[in-house]
């Protein structure tokens, strides 16, 4: 779980992100969450834009997949949705949050 702080780093990172993947009519399917968990492994933070042809809110669609991929929403606005996740690997450099004062 992300505090205040740390959401509000990863909002400034995540909007110069391009969005790596797009959720159309299909919705959410289960070969979507397996391309997306990859992703979050090789990066730990990416951008998903959610067509408008799509039957869901963005704000839905992200609260779905922040669940299925057990990864936190940091940020869902319009139509841009910004996922985080720690990866376990090991041979990525991970994201590193500013330390508090």
Request: net charge positive.
């Amino acid at each position: 779980m992300l505090d205040s702080k740390q959401r509000k780093y990863l909002s400034g990172l995540g909007q110069k992100l391009d969005p790596v993947f797009q959720i159309g009519k299909n919705g959410i399917e289960g070969a979507v969450i397996g391309e997306l968990s990859d992703v979050l492994d090789a990066r730990e933070l990416i951008k998903v834009s959610v067509n408008r042809n799509c039957e869901y809110s963005a704000r839905e669609v992200a609260d779905a997949l922040a669940s299925e991929l057990a990864a936190d929403t940091v940020s869902c606005v319009g139509s841009k949705i910004v996922l985080y996740r720690r990866s376990e690997r090991k041979d990525i450099k991970h994201l590193e949050f500013p330390k508090n004062k």
